[in-house]
């Protein structure tokens, strides 16, 4: 009688309490760590994330087999030796292009030291911690709600960074993933006696795998366009968008050369703006908040390449994003990767960059041109988001 009733409660209970292995296999939400690779996944939408957490870089968001992020890179390997412009990289200590080889802040000039080697050319550009290895993993965690990874970057840790640009910081950047959407943000604390500018961005190249550049169509939630001399820099002046786009949100790609700076972008009740692109069926928003205050838009058109035309692919500081990459020394477990075959032909890509401020905002802002820069007291931080929104997979 004893054990009928024991075998009655068990089978019960079973029933009432499914088993760890058994809940474990149906969380929808996970975050798996292999070396220095974390791997965020949404199960019910079929959604996988792959962030180095060295580099503090996602080099993958891959939507039913299909990878967003466009890849000049074999393997994991090469990426990790000579990350470049993939992935999602961070431009940071300033973003995009400066006017001199030095920048102003608090009414100073701060002169760059140009035989260190980590800021080149007569037109510095994207700052030097987009292939920067010192970030150091803080979490890696999922629960019923979201997946998600955090790095953290000591600056002010490096004499060679603190040279170039005197103020001490941290940063720290999370990359979440929820109901399909990718958020990244990221907090800049100000160690340093003095306000500290922020003038970073981020330069992911995008693509959609149904199709081709030729057939995407872009929306751009801007009203200004800023006008920009030859070097890249902008002029101060802006004009409306329309003067460019005639309807910013049916813009046919394959009808323009994009390196273009755009503010007064369009916010909804939250602040946030919506930039777009879509192809057949597939849609990716790239949705950015209130503290990203100008876009970048940059997809030369192929058919200028060689002529160099505006945006025709020279202008980028010869940080190529598709440079060959030297033969790898694995420096941790090797993860495949796990979408889109990245030798398939080339589609093209847009790059969405959100920028806290626009293009050389540091040195418009001290000659006047500028309003909008953004700074951190001492003590304070700084943070804000931007969103990976895929649609139609």
Known sequence: MNRRFSALMF??????LPFPKVAAAQARYSARQTGDIVQL??????????????????????????????MTFATVDDFRARPGLNGIPLLAPFANRLDEQAFYANGKKYNFDMELGNVRGTIPIHGYLSSAKDWKLVEAKADGTAAWVTNKLDFYRN????KQFPFAHTLQMTYRLQ???????????????????????FHPYFQLTDSTREDWTLSVGAKTQWLLAQNKIPTGETEPIEKLFPDPHAVPLKDFDLDHVFGDLER????????????KTQQLDVVVGPNYRSIVLYSPNPANARGGGAGGGRGRGGQA????????????????????NPNLPNRGF??????VGITDSMNLAQKGLYKELQSIPPGGTWQESFWLRPRGF
Request: hydrophobic share 40%.
């Open 41 to 70: 996944r949404d199960n019910r939408t079929d959604t996988t994330v792959s962030v180095m957490t060295s580099l503090s870089n996602a080099y993958e968001m891959v939507v039913k087999g299909q990878n967003l992020i466009r």
């Open 268 to 279: 909804d009740a939250q602040g946030r703006a919506v930039m777009s692109v879509k192809g």
């Open 350 to 355: 847009i790059a969405f960059e959100p920028m």
């Open 179 to 201: 109901d399909g959407v990718l958020e990244v943000r990221t907090r800049i604390e100000n160690l340093s006696v003095e306000p500290m500018p922020v003038a970073i961005g």
């Open 11 to 16: 089978v019960g209970l079973s029933v009432l």
């Open 159 to 162: 004499p060679q960074w603190m």
């Open 321 to 340: 994003p598709n440079a060959a990459a030297p033969a790898p020394t694995p420096a941790s477990p090797s993860v495949p990767l796990t979408g889109t």
